[in-house]
């Protein structure tokens, strides 16, 4: 059993920054991967950017490319989301996610295990 307990998040302006953080507590297998979701009132939930733990490989959303990096530190078991040039639609409820990942890392049918989420809110 995986408990991810996310942390980080705040009210910003914006072109300002955060980094959020996921604690994760159980085993991590190598094949997981470790995923940043959002979801904004009224919308779906959606990848924002996924790393495979076995190498290292990142992946993320168009809209938050060159503006986000996701990161890991194997020692600490935890995940990070550093987020520069922040946007008003940027705000939304950040959820970090592990699983198994075989058809896309952005589906949200392919993780297993979720946090109960931090807020980011993001003001013009």
């Known amino acids: 059993q995986v408990q991810l307990v996310e942390s980080g998040g705040g009210s910003v302006q914006a072109g300002g920054s955060l980094r959020l953080s996921c604690a994760a507590s159980?085993?991590?297998?190598?094949?997981?991967?470790m995923s940043w979701f959002r979801q904004a009132p009224g919308k779906e939930r959606e990848g924002v950017a996924a790393i495979r733990t076995r190498d290292g490989t990142t992946y993320y959303a168009d809209s938050v490319k060159g503006r986000f990096t996701i990161s890991q530190d194997n020692a600490k078991n935890t995940l990070y989301l550093q987020m520069n040039s922040l946007k008003p639609d940027d705000t939304a409820m950040y959820y970090c996610a592990a699983g198994s990942v075989y058809f896309g890392w952005n589906r949200r049918n392919e993780y297993n295990y979720w946090g109960q989420g931090t807020q980011v809110t993001v003001s013009s």
């Open positions: 159980g085993y991590i297998y190598s094949t997981y991967f």
